[in-house]
C-alpha cells in the first residue's frame, strides 16, 4: 500500500512537471513575441492557452523518420532516457510531506547532471551525420567544463552548511537568504546553468547559424519533442534549484513558487537579449574565470568552518 501511494504521488508529480514545462514554453513564446514587437500565440484557445497541448499532439502524430545508416538503437532511446534523467532529478526537491527523502540529495542532482551528457552524446553519435556529431561534442565539452564550477559551488555550500540534504539548506534560510552571503558565486551559478541548459547566450549545442540545429538535427516528431522536453524540464528544474539554494526554499510557500517563474522568466528575458558568445569565450570563461574563484570560495568556506569548529572547540 505504502509503495502504491508513493506511485501515486510520483505520478502527479510527473504530470504537474509535464503541465508546467507545457505553460512555461508558452510563456517563453509570448515573452519574445513582446521583445521582439511581434505577437505570440494568439489563436488556440482563450489567448493561446492551448498552444503547447496542439504543439505536443502535432508533434507525436507526426510520422517518424529514422536515418537509413544510424544506429538504430541508441537513436531511439536516448531523447528517451533525456526526459528520464530530467524527471528523475525533481526528486531531491524537499517537499516535506516525506514520500521520499534524500539525505544526499545533491549528490544524486550531480550523478543526474553527469549523466545527460552521455544521453546527447549517444543523440549526436547515433544519428551518423557530421553536424549532429559535432553538435553533439560541443553540448559534451561545454556541459562537463561548467560541470566543474558547479560542482565546487556545491561544494562550498556543503562546506558552509554540513549537509548533502536540500532540507537543510531550507531550515538554514529560516533567518537569512543565501543570495546576501554568497551573491558572486550566485552570479557563477546562473550563468553555469546558462551554460548547463545550452540556453542563449551559451546554446552552441542548438547553433543554427553553425550547425543546422546541433546534435537533434535528424530527429523529428516525437524523438524532437522529448528531447525539447527534457531542455525545458532542466530548465525548470534549474530555476526551482536556484531558488533553494539563494532564495529560500520554503516549498509550502507561494512566495517561493513566484520566486521561480521570475527566475525561469529571466532565462526567456536573456536569450531575447544577448546574442550568442563565441565559443573559445566560453570555454576561456569556464576554465580561467570561473574555475579559479569557485575554487577560491571553496577554500575560504573550509577555513571559515574549520575556524568555527576550533572556536567551539
Keep these: 500500500m505504502e509503495f502504491f501511494s508513493v ?29 521582439h514587437v511581434r505577437k505570440g500565440p494568439n489563436s488556440v484557445g482563450f489567448m493561446g492557452i492551448l498552444q503547447p497541448f496542439s504543439d505536443v499532439v502535432k508533434l507525436f502524430i507526426s510520422e517518424q523518420s529514422f536515418p537509413f545508416v544510424s544506429n538504430y538503437i541508441s537513436y ?8 528520464f534523467l530530467s524527471l528523475l532529478v525533481w526528486l531531491i526537491i524537499p517537499y516535506l510531506t516525506g514520500f521520499v527523502v534524500f539525505n544526499f540529495g545533491l549528490l544524486f542532482f550531480l550523478c ?39 560542482a565546487l559551488i556545491l561544494l562550498s555550500f556543503v562546506f558552509f552548511i554540513g549537509s548533502y540534504s536540500l532540507f537543510d539548506f531550507y531550515l538554514y534560510q529560516d533567518d537569512i537568504w543565501l543570495i546576501y552571503l554568497f551573491f558572486p558565486l550566485f552570479m557563477i551559478w546562473f550563468v553555469s546553468c546558462l ?16 550547425l543546422v540545429s546541433g546534435f537533434n538535427v535528424e ?24 531558488c533553494m539554494f539563494f532564495l529560500g526554499g520554503n516549498t509550502i510557500s507561494l512566495n517561493f513558487y513566484f520566486e521561480m517563474v521570475l527566475v525561469s522568466f529571466v532565462f ?12 573559445d569565450k566560453l570555454m576561456y570563461l569556464a576554465w580561467k574565470s570561473y574555475l ?9 568556506f573550509s577555513g571559515f568552518k574549520i575556524f568555527l569548529w576550533s572556536l567551539l572547540l
Design 112 to 150: 543526474c547532471m553527469s549523466m545527460g551528457v552521455y544521453t546527447v552524446m549517444a543523440a549526436g553519435w547515433s544519428s551518423n551525420s557530421n553536424y549532429a556529431l559535432l553538435g553533439g561534442l560541443r553540448a559534451v565539452a561545454q556541459t562537463i567544463s561548467y560541470e566543474v564550477s558547479l
Design 219 to 242: 530527429y523529428g516528431g516525437g524523438g524532437f519533442a522529448l528531447i525539447f522536453l527534457a531542455e525545458y524540464t532542466s530548465i525548470f528544474f534549474m530555476s526551482m534549484l536556484f
Design 195 to 210: 551554460a548547463e541548459t545550452n540556453r542563449t547566450p551559451f546554446d552552441f549545442a542548438e547553433g543554427e547559424s553553425e
Design 7 to 35: 506511485f501515486v504521488v510520483m505520478l502527479i508529480l510527473l504530470i504537474f512537471v509535464m503541465v508546467g514545462v507545457a505553460f512555461f514554453t508558452l510563456l517563453e513564446r509570448s515573452v519574445l513575441g513582446y521583445l
Design 292 to 300: 579559479p574563484i569557485s575554487l577560491n570560495f571553496l577554500f575560504f
Design 76 to 83: 531511439y532511446f536516448a531523447p528517451v532516457f533525456n526526459l
Design 268 to 279: 526567456i528575458w536573456i536569450r531575447g537579449s544577448l546574442p550568442r558568445y563565441r565559443y
